[in-house]
């Protein structure tokens, strides 16, 4: 689903953030990007999205050379691709509702899909009640639950997560994961980047540790760090 | 269907939102499009007036007033002897003083002061080829009992001067304000596009097109360049009917300039297309710095 070849990214100035890193995810994998700030976790997304282009490898995708996409195909990479992050990235104007069927109206799905896989997708996170309220009424693990409905409702083949936990208490952090690991089961590939220890230890899933823009471990039921 | 209606309710939310840079906008580009129009009706009603004179251009020699017969009638006879002529007219005093009361037909009491034997006579002359018409002039006006040549040339040549330098000022004039509404319309893209940044992050991350983007922002524009042209329009119309109504009260040598509806027309056409595509380059420009990043 994901093969990296050698795959190295500089960025202006000399600052290397990835370096001549190879790896392959495959369909239906969950994988922890784990390592420190400044390792390259947040790159090793970024390249995935197309929102930055290797200087040095191949970032396949689904068999294709991401790299050589022209820009007018990066959407059409995009749809198969969900993402959530930290900060969750909900509109503050539209409601639960609006925000998770936004995602489907703007790359013109017919509104008799958005009325059906709306209501479907905040029944699998939970959320059906609060269908009307708007992002500020909402808890931060509520508000988690939106970005993930809205990541998942157009059924992406792989769903990014970068720090999804990070603003959220580890009683909220057990329910995302959960509803994370549920996404997993229907196939999706998950790639999440965390500094959190305790999720990655309690999952036992594969980790992929990056330090200075190197892998420097792949494990398949890792925990957080070597001998932690 | 769905999406054209998202496109007009997304764009009539954002020009909402930027009411005060939008009227902005739709003023500057009426303004400077009105003066752009307007300077091409005028030089469309000097066209016609010019077009005329092509095809007879006219010199007029005028007598000395009381110059008798034969002096006339050697200056008659050379002028038939002339090659370079190719015909004319003499027109006598009852002639003259027919024009004149024509031409002053609004003050009565200088017509009533004023006998044929005043008026000079004169010689309408249509020359061979329209250059003759300066050889022919400067070859009369030394004759003997010749007062003065008038060539329609001369004036034509001095009224054009005058609308050259009028169309020049004109269009520099509007090419700033052009230029200034072009700016506007970026900026007020601009702020649109800062004001919906967070949208805009979300919908290039779900994978919405560049063109599902961008529609709304540059309808945006669009809309802002038609307005303000569809006043210029209607400016340009006016503007016509004014001119067509002091012509109309003209017996002179203005009496043959003409303004038309479809000079208005075709001029209001020009300036309608020209208004929207300033507002759709205004949105491309005003986007690419925020899109392509």
């Known amino acids: ?228 | 269907m769905s999406r054209l209606a998202y496109f007009a309710r997304e764009t009539l939310i954002s020009l909402r939102r930027n009411l005060l840079m939008t009227i902005a906008g739709i003023i500057t580009v009426a303004i400077s499009l009105f003066l752009f129009g307007g300077i091409l009706l005028v030089s469309a009603t000097v066209d016609h007036g010019t077009q005329q004179w092509k095809h007879g251009i006219e010199l007029e020699i005028f007598m000395n007033v009381g110059s008798t017969a034969k002096q006339v009638q050697v200056i008659d006879k050379e002028l038939a002897a002339d090659p370079q002529v190719k015909t004319y007219k003499h027109l006598t005093q009852a002639d003259a003083y027919a024009i004149f009361k024509k031409d002053f037909a609004d003050q009565p009491a200088l017509v009533e002061s004023t006998k044929p034997s005043d008026l000079p006579e004169s010689f309408r002359v249509e020359p061979q080829k329209a250059e003759l018409t300066e050889v022919l002039a400067l070859r009369y006006k030394d004759q003997q009992n010749v007062a003065t040549v008038i060539t329609a040339a001369q004036q034509i040549k001095r009224l054009l001067t005058a609308t050259r330098w009028i169309r020049l000022a004109f269009i520099s004039m509007a090419s700033v304000l052009l230029a200034s509404s072009l700016f506007l319309i970026v900026n007020t893209i601009r702020l649109a596009t800062f004001a919906r940044r967070r949208e805009i992050e979300v919908m290039k991350l779900v994978g919405a097109s560049n063109w599902f983007v961008r529609v709304p922002f540059m309808a945006e524009g669009l809309v802002q360049g038609a307005i303000g042209a569809g006043f210029a329009f209607g400016l340009v119309w006016a503007l016509k009917i004014i001119i067509a109504n002091l012509l109309s009260n003209q017996h002179t040598l203005l009496s043959t300039f003409r303004v038309t509806s479809s000079d208005a027309l075709g001029i209001g056409t020009l300036v309608l297309i020209i208004g929207a595509g300033i507002g759709v380059i205004g949105s491309i420009v005003g986007l690419r710095r925020f899109l392509d990043a």
Not at chain 1, 34 to 54: H, I, M, N, Y
Not at chain 1, 86 to 106: M, S, W
């Open chain 1, 1 to 228: 689903m994901i093969r990296f070849e050698d795959v190295t990214k500089a960025y202006k100035g000399d600052v290397v953030a990835l370096r001549e890193l190879s790896l392959e995810i495959l369909k239906g994998e969950f994988v922890f990007l784990v390592g420190p700030s400044g390792s390259g976790k947040s790159t090793f997304l970024k390249l995935l999205l197309r929102d930055e282009v290797a200087t040095g490898g191949k970032v396949m995708v689904a068999g294709r050379d991401i790299g050589r996409l022209g820009s007018w195909k990066v959407p059409q990479l995009r749809r198969n691709i969900g993402c959530v992050f930290q900060d969750f990235k909900l509109l503050a104007n539209k409601t639960v509702y609006e925000n998770v069927a936004f995602a489907l109206e703007v790359i013109g799905r017919p509104k008799h899909i958005v009325r059906t896989q709306v209501p479907q997708i905040l029944d699998l996170v939970g959320l059906t009640k609060k269908a009307d309220n708007f992002p500020t009424e909402l808890s931060g693990g509520e508000q988690q639950r939106v970005s993930i409905a809205r990541a998942f409702v157009n059924r992406p083949l792989i769903l990014l997560a970068d720090e999804p936990t990070g603003n959220l208490d580890p009683a909220t952090t057990v329910g995302i994961m959960r509803l994370l690991d549920r996404i997993n089961r229907t196939g999706t590939t998950v790639v999440m980047a965390t500094h959190d220890q305790r999720i990655v230890d309690a999952m036992r899933r594969r980790v992929v540790e990056l330090d200075h823009g190197s892998l420097v471990r792949d494990q398949v039921r890792g925990v957080y760090g070597v001998g932690s």
